[in-house]
């Protein structure tokens, strides 16, 4: 550690106390002697230190189980890499592996005994979960084509590369006030969602000195939750070689002033509403040194880095399939599939996008139509376009300890429901989180469902859910609108039917809902969800 902790002697949280006493990564160096005592003797206030190690204590905290997620920077995993995925839900995790929407993978009901050789064995193909939890930068999510996309002004893998490198067990910068997430992507559609990240890299062009350099622009301080936040842009151009050193002083300013009192108010997003960003940018330039002002920001859309079916890549007679993965919830027997059909028509990598699918690419196009004839496609149709591939959920209540609702069984039977009631040229973005959290992005969904506490008429807890319209990160971001009205699990399938038969009675010609909420605002949806409340209780 080469800094001084500016903030010893404030008033801090527990966490951050713990934490100038102990670094998080520390949990490596316990670890073998911990997993030796029955998990009923750790205390619960080493909990946190798991993080460090891509662990969280899986409901009920008593059993010594575990949700464990594993870093893979841009997504991108190789033949032996996918081969471990597959061999870890296999052995300790029931055959199951859920994809995350920060291009990653996690494992439920890992065991407390077995974590010094599940750690061994994932490390062993170059594969790590340090810091893939924490207080700590986070895995460093990109364009999920990048190097084959024809939509991007470069391949921005080494650069998002360099970045990851730069952090990974760093203790310079392990003890962050709270998590930190960042974005490197140059794909034209912001499909590395830059406006909900901490810190985010965009494509930009700017001319200087006569010469045109292709490079980023920055966004900061993005982020969801209970309050969430679109980052705010900086007057910055910054060059490719530029990242790394601009990523380590964003990083640095927010170690260093962050807010460490209380947890709620501990991410960037807050120091950058205060600060303002003249002043972040100021004092970023201190750090870096001189910064060329804002060029041509080059991003035309937003396509939540959603990947389906087969497309031509940029490298001649190749083609990529996106493969939907219905609220992100693999068997190992179907994941294995891919990785064999990756080994033997690909390269052998597999790629994971923001929408808890997975891609294969480096397909010859001469072998497309042997490969989709597999009998996997079958179960995972290839050309689709359903409410089920475009919907996100989080974990739920069924291993997560905030959820207050499950969420992959709703959402798969909301989904499936709305599939075999509707058809839609351009499907609904349905999201549903347990939990205020938003880990599944909720805020940026057409229709975002997040789970609440609730009562039934008799006092007593039922599943119960608040919903909002009208998100999307086009054009800088909006994130979507609460309708009043809270909709318990039994009547859910037919209030969100509901709505979405609203739109298709609203919309004018082929206006994506997104374009109707903007036109008609949600005084409409309000109303239709008074509606069906009344109608089906």
């Given amino acids: 550690m080469s800094y001084i902790a500016t903030w010893a002697n404030e008033k801090i949280n527990k966490n951050e106390i713990a934490k100038l006493e102990k670094d998080g990564l520390a949990v490596f160096d316990d670890l073998p002697e911990l997993v030796k005592r029955p998990f009923s003797e750790i205390s619960k ?63 439920h009901h890992i065991p ?76 034209y559609y912001n499909s590395a969602n830059a406006e909900i990240n901490d810190l985010a890299f965009f ?5 200087i000195n006569g010469r045109n350099y292709k490079g980023f622009g920055v966004k900061v301080g ?47 997003k807050f120091l950058i509403e205060d600060w303002g960003v003249e002043r972040f940018s100021e004092e970023l330039k201190k750090r870096v040194g001189k910064l060329e002002s804002a060029g041509v920001n080059r991003v035309i859309g937003w396509n ?23 609220t992100g919830r693999l068997e190992a027997v179907d994941l294995a599939s891919f990785v064999a059909i990756a080994k033997q028509y690909g390269t052998g990598e597999i790629r994971f996008d923001h929408s808890q699918n997975l891609i294969i690419p480096f397909l010859p196009n001469q072998q497309l139509s042997t490969i989709i004839k597999l009998p996997i496609f079958a179960k995972f149709p290839i050309e689709t376009s359903r409410f089920q591939d475009y919907g996100l959920t989080c974990t739920g209540n069924e291993f997560c300890n905030l959820a207050y609702t499950n969420t992959k069984n709703i959402t798969r039977d909301l989904l499936a429901h709305l599939d075999e009631k509707y058809q839609l040229e351009q499907p609904i973005r349905i999201i549903l989180t347990g939990c205020m959290n938003a880990c599944a992005h909720r805020n940026i969904a057409d229709i975002g469902i997040q789970g609440i506490a609730g009562r039934d008429v008799n006092r007593q807890p039922i599943e119960t859910f608040q919903i909002a319209i009208g998100g999307s990160l086009l054009a800088g971001g909006h994130f979507n609108e609460e309708i009043k009205g ?30 109707t909420f903007q036109r008609t605002g949600t005084e409409p949806f309000q109303n239709q969800l008074i509606e069906s409340l009344a109608a089906y209780e």
């Fill in 112 to 187: 407390f005994a077995k974590l010094t050789q599940i750690f061994a064995s994932i490390e062993s193909v170059g594969l790590t979960t340090r810091g893939a939890e924490g207080d700590i930068n986070r895995n460093v999510i990109g364009n999920p084509l990048a190097g084959i996309d024809e939509n991007e002004l470069f391949d921005a893998t080494s650069t998002l590369l360099a970045v990851h490198k730069k952090f990974q067990e760093n203790t310079d910068f392990s003890n962050l006030p709270r998590k930190f997430k960042i974005s490197v992507s140059s794909n």
């Fill in 304 to 326: 939540n880095g959603l990947v389906l079916g087969v497309h031509q890549q940029k490298q001649r007679g190749f083609s990529y399939i996106g493969v939907s993965v219905p």
């Fill in 203 to 207: 494509p930009a062009t700017k001319q």
């Fill in 486 to 515: 809270r909709v318990p699990k039994s009547l859910l399938i037919p209030v969100i039917s509901d709505l979405v038969g609203l739109y298709l009675k609203e919309r004018i010609q082929n206006e994506s809902f997104y374009q």
């Fill in 45 to 107: 206030d080493y909990f946190m230190y798991f993080k460090y190690a891509g662990l969280t204590v899986q409901k009920p905290q008593t059993d010594g189980l575990f949700m464990m997620r594993i870093k893979l920077p841009a997504g991108i995993i190789n033949n032996e890499q996918g081969r471990k995925l597959v061999e870890i839900a296999q052995k300790y995790a029931h055959g199951i592996v859920d994809i995350t929407t920060r291009q990653s993978v996690q494992y």
């Fill in 222 to 268: 993005g982020g969801l939750g209970a309050k969430p936040y679109l980052a705010k842009t900086l007057d910055l151009f910054v060059k490719r070689h530029q990242v790394v050193k601009v990523s380590e002083a964003v990083v640095a300013l927010y170690r260093d002033y962050g807010y460490r009192r209380s947890r709620s108010k501990a991410r960037l």
